[in-house]
């Protein structure tokens, strides 16, 4: 079993950046597929970025290319989503997820509990 706990969400300004993170535990995510969901009030949830576990390859929707930046430490078991130049659009409870298989879907298996992003214009 996986633990999936998110952090680094909050309320920032148009145009800023946040950094967040997802600590997996219970059990190495090392060799997982990560990826980064979103789902805004009154929305589905949608993938935001994903990376095979050996972080060389990456996908990201359209609406975040250029401006937000997966990442991972295999090491630490912990995944990131560098988000720059965010906008109000962006707003949402962003979800850590892990799994077997490399997938844009929601086709995961393990799932965080979510942190709040929350972009003020």
């Known amino acids: 079993q996986v633990q999936l706990v998110e952090s680094g969400g909050g309320l920032v300004q148009a145009g800023n950046s946040l950094r967040l993170s997802c600590a997996a535990s219970?059990?190495?995510?090392?060799?997982?597929?990560m990826g980064w969901f979103r789902q805004a009030p009154g929305k589905e949830r949608e993938i935001v970025a994903a990376?095979?576990?050996?972080?060389?390859?990456?996908y990201y929707a359209d609406s975040v290319k250029g401006r937000f930046t997966i990442s991972r430490d295999n090491a630490k078991n912990t995944v990131f989503l560098q988000m720059n130049s965010l906008k109000p659009e962006d707003t949402a409870v962003f979800y850590c997820?892990?799994?077997?298989?490399?997938?844009?879907?929601?086709?995961?298996?393990?799932w965080g509990r979510g942190t709040q992003v929350t972009v003020s214009s």
């Open positions: 219970g059990r190495t995510v090392s060799s997982y597929a």
């Open positions: 990376i095979t576990w050996s972080g060389r390859s990456t």
């Open positions: 997820a892990a799994g077997q298989r490399f997938t844009t879907t929601s086709g995961y298996n393990y």
